[in-house]
T-cell receptor, first 113, second 111 residues
């Protein structure tokens, strides 16, 4: 079946601009996660949703980052006033429940120039 | 929070030989330990996982061992093949899939 889908696969933006990254989880998965992976590093947790609500947003680096999942399926990660340090691969993952294994998408590579 | 250390950072083995990657964790409350394989341009793919009530788990050529007392766990790949070449990440969590990842091991299997 279809896996986790992330769009766009690549995004180049100028410093100070606003970006939105989209994630389509595996159908039926109730839990959805956002991670960020810098070059040569392991993924770092940002936020996760159980259904429509953000159950844990402790990994968001600052208030420029925000994520929504209004209908409990697709999620959007929003970054305001982008900075060069935001450049990374943003990974989305989903799972049946919070106790089930995570399935990752291929990520969105964000480059802030 | 949890701190996961992973070594070696790079590992080269001859095809057919075994590969071992080791991780340590700091939070004794961690109870779930997955291993992911990541190929270039792809997202991490779960290859095996283990929970804290089990000491060892095996799936064909891949096995994971867990020592809760010492707070370390290891990935063992036997009879390595060129397609095993990738970056491998260990991770740990106390629950809810808020995973803390190691820094990765780049495995190269030489034909």
């Amino acid at each position: 079946g279809a896996g986790v889908s992330q769009t766009p696969s690549n995004k180049v933006t100028e410093k100070g601009k606003y970006v939105e990254l989209r994630c389509d989880p595996i159908s039926g998965h109730t839990a959805l996660y956002w991670y960020r992976q810098s070059l040569g590093q392991g993924p770092e947790f940002l936020i996760y949703f159980q259904g429509t609500g953000a159950a844990d947003d402790s990994g968001l680096p600052n208030d420029r980052f925000f994520a929504v999942r209004p209908e409990g399926s697709v999620s959007t990660l929003k970054i305001q006033r982008t900075e060069r340090g935001d450049s990374a691969v943003y990974l989305c993952a989903s799972s049946w429940t919070t106790d089930s294994p995570l399935h990752f998408g291929n990520g969105t590579r964000l480059t802030v120039t | 929070g949890e701190n996961v250390e992973q070594h070696p950072s790079t590992l080269s083995v001859q095809e057919g030989d075994s590969a071992v990657i080791k991780c340590t964790y700091s939070d004794s409350a961690s109870n779930y330990f997955p291993w992911y394989k990541q190929e270039l341009g792809k997202g991490p793919q779960l290859i095996i996982d283990i929970r804290s009530n089990v000491g060892e788990k095996k799936d064909q050529r891949i096995a994971v061992t867990l020592n809760k007392t010492a707070k370390h766990f290891s990935l063992h790949i036997t009879e390595t093949q060129p397609e095993d070449s990738a970056v491998y990440f260990c991770a740990a969590t106390t629950g809810a899939n808020n995973l803390f990842f190691g820094t990765g091991t780049r495995l190269t299997v030489i034909p």
